[in-house]
């Protein structure tokens, strides 16, 4: 995953070591915060997301310091670099940097957040965590892995499917200058600029309470300006791996699909018992691991995409997790096409598309899905 938690009155002295928060801007970053890492919970869970997220801010160095030190670890300075230049790059293509990725944090952590998502034992429908700012989201994310595997048991014990994923990167949407963390830096350069043009496309346009749109949206950002980007800076061999990567990531995303296809049919049959439902669960999951199998026997050595994801436990609030990055992302890419490749002009439809009612949305990338140009907008 890459994304998610979705300055204000911050004064930045020296190294970012020292934050000050007038009284309302505090008040903003309570509910900032706890929007971003979703909803409806106690005053502690609240406390753990504003401590989380300052303790980042408070912990920021400035790229620009860094890079003036002689001693700076070589490839981290690569990186940071690269960084400077995806910011330009991201700039010069359309969108709103603003001082997103301007500062550093080393955490000495893997991931930086986790999110615990659920949905019932026969529904695919994810169980949504809402807060009255930022509408509902299918998750709910923690900066303690601790916090998130708490909750992921008392949801288990309500008979719900569970998911824990750690999270490298998030998003605050604009509010917050976010930074560069050590969980994402080193990351292929391909995979990094990747990761930057997601994070950054949810400044641009975000949708509370639907999770599928925004993710499925960052993710098209992300792969029109990866492309671009590759073009632009890269050698043929580069941008022949990211398609390879690309149909791989296809091909997963097929049989994932087709996957929840079964399970629909599975739990809307009227004339199973939950022990005859459970089972038909366990086979049509068991038939998407070995057919991922399959599919993988095929691709080469080297390539394990989604390997570890695949051959662990899966369920239906697993599953989902492909779903709301992925199921309107031809969608966009339909727009973007009829907006003739202009990254401007697709955002500015995207824009329009974001402002419509939930269902006449959701109809309109529905139809979009596999589809030619765009020929006119949905009521």
């Known amino acids: 995953m890459s994304t998610f938690l979705h300055d204000c009155g911050v004064r930045e002295t020296g190294t970012l070591k020292a934050v000050t928060l007038r009284p309302w801007a505090f008040a903003a970053l309570l509910g900032l915060v706890v929007m971003l890492l979703s909803g409806c919970g106690t ?8 401590s989380g997220h ?18 700076l670890d070589a490839d981290l300075r690569h990186k940071l670099e690269l960084i400077v ?3 330009a790059f991201a700039r010069d293509q359309g969108l709103d940097v603003g001082d ?25 429908t994810m169980k949504q965590f809402c807060f009255p700012i930022a509408g509902c989201t299918s998750y709910k994310g923690f900066f ?6 708490r909750l992921a048991e008392e949801l288990k014990g309500d008979g719900l499917d569970v998911y824990v994923g750690g999270v490298a990167a998030y998003s605050t949407l604009g509010w917050f200058a976010d930074p560069v963390l050590d969980t994402f830096i080193m990351r292929a350069d391909a995979q990094l600029a990747g990761l930057i043009f997601h994070e950054l496309a949810h400044r641009e346009v ?35 791996t990211l398609q390879g990567a690309r149909v791989r990531r296809s091909q997963v995303l097929e049989l994932v699909t087709a996957a929840r296809a079964e399970l629909a049919e599975v739990y809307r049959a009227p004339d199973l018992t939950d022990q005859q439902r459970l089972a038909a669960k366990g086979e049509a ?47 966009f890419l339909t727009i973007y096409a009829d907006s003739n490749d202009d990254l401007v002009t697709f955002l500015t439809r995207i824009r329009e598309v974001a402002a419509m009612q939930r ?21």
């Open 43 to 50: 005053l502690q869970y609240y406390a753990q997301a504003i």
């Open 54 to 71: 300052t303790g980042l801010l408070l912990r920021r160095e400035p790229i620009e310091r860094l890079l003036a030190r002689p001693g």
């Open 85 to 87: 230049s995806i910011r």
């Open 100 to 124: 997103a990725y301007t500062g550093y944090v080393q955490t000495g952590q893997q991931f930086v957040v986790w999110n615990v998502f659920a949905a019932p034992r026969f529904s695919l």
């Open 144 to 149: 303690s892995e601790r916090g998130a595997m």
């Open 206 to 240: 975000y949708v509370p309470g639907d999770t599928r749109f925004n993710e499925s949206f960052a993710t098209a950002v992300e792969q029109i300006l990866v492309a671009r980007w590759l073009t632009a800076t890269s050698s043929e061999e580069q941008i022949e």
């Open 285 to 331: 999951l068991g038939r998407l691991q070995t057919n991922y199998q399959t599919v993988r026997s095929g691709w080469g050595v080297g390539h394990d995409d989604y390997l570890v994801w695949m051959t662990t436990s899966l369920n239906n609030a697993k599953l989902g997790t492909l779903a709301d990055y992925n199921d309107w992302v031809d969608s």
């Open 359 to 379: 269902g006449p949305r959701d109809r309109l990338l529905a139809s979009l899905a596999g589809a030619g140009p765009v020929d006119g907008t949905a009521d």
